[in-house]
């Protein structure tokens, strides 16, 4: 390995200097040496450790640079001080004193200029590279929408909201129990014909069968469960029943269950409920009616429906003819709810004696495509942003 003799590591005895003219003459060396290192590059500096293994292998040539010279323990300064002043004639010290106090002075100085020199050119290389040209045009990320089923959700959520309701979730995958038996459908009960129904395919000996949940009315039983009287909690969400495709069926569709219980919930407080909600959906001029209905978890069961919003409940197109939306019938069927059937309350365990309560299971597609003239539910299913752009 190429290496270069350093003088500061022999006496000045060893080196034959022994008057202050020969002291000068050494200082001067150095400071010559020391001058030319520290005008280098960095890579140059690197280049230099190389043939002059004395120059130190930090790997930050810099640095390495740095600690020759004014490093604690083997930097020149140091040996200067060991090797030259220490170990002279006391005669010589007085001279050798005041070359390495200048020396000192001088190496400490540039030192500290070529680490101003090397941040100031850092700073300006990082300026450079994170330059921004105002002037472009920027980048146009088109803002998108919520789905129409979302936005029905929430003016939904948020009529509920302020009669006092909150929301609550639950799964999509659910147990027979909680879709039938604890709303009071038995098996082998005939309602279960109406809901043709997804089952997983599941290895044998599971526990219990899994299916797609066919309405929302599972969480009436989770909520009742996990919660004491009062209840009032709507559940948006996603239903399945294996409809095949048409203008009106799918067999993933959206429902909002409605469930409130407590002790003195009436009949008239349902219809109140309900007709509150179609007045802030459709608008107050609708008028709403029900008829008898079923449902097995419900006593007595209702259909509500709504005069129709788009004839005026006229049955007559403002242009003549028959309204095409009611067919001249002047009502639409809403959805279906009920009072609560007692015999739910034995799944909670609620006291059917002391609580009442009311229930409604509301179908969103069908209710957006009536309030937005939608005349196919599948294209809420299509993402076809043509339709999906016009409810921005
Ligand atoms: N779950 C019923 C359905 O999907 C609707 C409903 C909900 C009826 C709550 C009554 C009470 O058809």
């Known amino acids: 390995m190429p290496t270069v003799d350093n003088p500061t590591e ?14 000068a003459e050494k200082f001067a060396e150095v400071r ?14 690197r280049k230099l450790m190389l043939q002059e293994a004395w120059l130190g292998s930090d790997s930050d040539p810099v640095t390495s640079l740095r600690n020759f010279w004014v490093g604690r323990k083997t930097g020149v300064l140091t040996l200067i001080t060991e090797n030259w002043l220490k170990k002279s004639p006391s005669s010589l010290k007085g001279v050798i004193g005041k070359q390495f106090n200048e020396l000192k002075g001088h190496i400490e100085t540039k030192l500290e200029e070529q680490r101003k020199r090397i941040e100031e050119k850092t700073e300006a290389a990082a300026l450079t590279r994170e330059q921004v040209d105002l002037s472009l045009p920027g980048v146009i990320r088109p ?17 509920f909201f302020s009669i006092g309701f909150s929301v609550v979730e639950g799964p999509e995958i659910e147990t027979p129990y909680y879709n039938f038996e604890a709303l009071n459908i038995p098996e082998f009960h005939p309602v279960r014909d109406d809901m043709d129904t997804f089952y997983l395919d599941l290895p044998k000996g599971a526990s219990t069968p899994l299916l797609l949940r066919t309405h929302t009315s599972p969480m009436q039983i989770r909520t009742m469960e996990k919660q004491k009287p009062p209840v009032r909690v709507i ?29 003195d919930i009436t009949f008239c407080d349902f219809t109140g409920t ?38 005026g409940g006229t049955g007559t197109a403002a242009a003549g003819g028959t309204c095409t939306k009611c067919k001249g019938a002047a009502w639409i069927e809403l959805f279906g709810a009920g009072m609560v059937d007692p015999a739910v309350y034995g799944f909670v365990n609620y006291d059917a004696k002391k609580v009442s309560g009311f229930a409604f299971g509301i179908g969103i597609d069908r209710l957006a495509m009536l ?20 409810f921005p």
């Open 10 to 23: 022999k006496t000045l005895a060893e080196l034959g200097v022994n008057d202050a003219q020969g002291v």
């Open 143 to 159: 803002i998108g929408s919520h789905h129409l089923i979302r936005q029905v959700f929430q003016e939904i959520e948020d009529i």
């Open 235 to 263: 559940v948006p969400g996603k239903v399945y029943r294996r409809d095949n495709p048409d203008a009106t069926h799918s067999f993933a569709f959206h429902q909002i269950e409605g469930l409130a219980v407590d002790t």
């Open 274 to 311: 309900i007709e509150y909600f179609v007045k802030q959906f459709f608008g107050p001029s609708v008028k709403t009616r029900f008829r008898p209905s079923y449902f097995p978890f419900t006593e007595p069961s209702v259909e509500f429906d709504v005069s129709c919003p788009f004839c």
């Open 371 to 390: 309030k937005y003239s939608i005349d196919d539910i599948q294209v809420f299913f299509q993402n076809d942003v043509r339709f999906l752009s016009q």
């Open 32 to 45: 010559a040496r020391f001058d030319r290192q520290v005008a280098l590059e960095a890579d140059e500096i």
